[in-house]
């Protein structure tokens, strides 16, 4: 299963826009990259997904590389309610697994 | 908006006993999935169920047992608890192979003494 890399934290002002890196140097044609995030004390929450182009949603934007070893997620104005962990997860090819790492913790401050 | 419930946010149980965690979806998803959740380890996939009396196992199956009569519910079974399965279980449903579907529950803190 391709796995992925994140930094274990990062912190980013509000109003700012915050830029997660993930590295997944594995990762086979035909899997998709999904991002989720998880607010303190709640379940994750999907946020965005990804094969081969840029996506952009009511969220987020997701950009991956050309070679499809790396993407950013992309808050564009950061909120303090945007403070969570943040996941990058490559789904199992042919399956509906997901299989999570340890994440970003992104810290907004004022 | 599509609701899974898991019966209980916080549970006691003592070593030994058979615990059942419960979850419930309202949206008629195919998919269901029990994570748990331990610092520094992220989530990690225990079973997931494709459909009604299905089940696979996921990483790290051992000591869980898992159940699925009918489609909205997913059930976790912990055998004979032990303390080093106190955790956060999480439960997730999709509607179909396609990942992004994922909705999860708030999740159920078991502590095992």
């Known amino acids: 299963d391709a796995k992925t890399t994140q930094p274990p934290s990062m912190d980013c002002a509000e109003g700012r826009a915050a830029n997660l890196p993930c590295n997944h140097s594995?990762?086979?044609?035909?899997?998709?990259v999904y991002w989720y995030r998880q607010i303190h004390s709640q379940g994750p929450q999907y946020i965005i997904h990804?094969?081969?182009n840029n996506e952009t949603n009511e969220m987020a934007s997701l950009i991956i590389t050309e070679d499809r070893k790396s993407s950013t997620l992309i808050l564009p104005h950061a909120t303090l309610r945007d403070t969570a962990v943040y996941y990058c997860i490559v789904r199992v090819a042919g399956t509906d697994k997901l299989i999570f790492g340890t994440g970003t913790r992104l810290q907004v401050f004022p | 908006d599509v609701k899974v419930t898991q019966s209980s946010r916080y549970l006691v149980k003592r070593t030994g006993e058979k615990v059942f965690l419960e979850c419930v979806q309202d949206m008629d998803h195919e998919n269901m999935f029990w994570y748990r959740q331990d610092p520094g380890l992220g989530l990690r996939l225990i079973y997931f169920s494709y459909d009604v009396k299905m089940k696979e196992k996921g990483d790290i199956p051992e000591g869980y047992s898992v159940s699925r009569e009918k489609k909205e519910r997913f059930s976790l079974i912990l055998e004979s608890a032990s303390t080093n399965q106190t955790s956060m279980y999480l439960c997730?449903?999709?509607?179909?192979?396609?990942?992004?579907?994922?909705?999860f529950g708030s999740g159920t803190r078991l502590t095992v003494v």
């Open positions: 997730a449903s999709s509607p179909d192979r396609g990942g992004y579907g994922y909705t």
């Open positions: 594995t990762i086979s044609g035909n899997e998709y």
């Open positions: 990804g094969l081969k």
